[in-house]
């Protein structure tokens, strides 16, 4: 269920006036992009960004938690996406390294699919 409350803190709050960033509704929740590129997610009321073998050390220093959900079938499936620590909100610079460490992810991603 999408969380319009949530969302409006996260778009106008969080990242509002940060350039190159928008938004799409994506299942239950939304999408966010940077210059095109996804790099998070508002899904359950939480803000999740893209983590791989790279970043994954910075999340995981903060205790992130992934992201996770119970398919149809009963199976807990987890995706490539940590919800961002609160200390990494509370400072814009902090936060903009946040979103080009996730973006970074993505695009390293999208090359291993490629191949």
């Not at 960033?21 to 508002?42: N, V």
């Not at 992201?67 to 200390?87: A, D, H």
Request: charged share 30%; no cysteine.
């Amino acid at each position: 269920m999408r969380d319009k409350g949530f969302y409006e803190y996260v778009i106008h709050d969080l990242l509002g006036g940060m350039p190159g960033i928008t938004s799409r509704p994506m299942f239950s929740g939304w999408g966010i992009y940077k210059d095109g590129i996804i790099f998070a997610i508002i899904a359950d009321g939480e803000l999740y960004f893209k983590a791989d073998e790279e970043n994954q050390k910075y999340f995981e220093r903060l205790s992130s938690t992934p992201f996770s959900y119970t398919m149809k079938n009963g199976k807990v499936s987890t995706l490539s996406y940590r919800i961002l620590p609160e200390e990494a909100r509370e400072d814009k610079r902090e936060l903009e390294q946040w979103i080009a460490r996730s973006v970074g992810a993505s695009i390293r991603a999208k090359k291993r699919r490629k191949k």
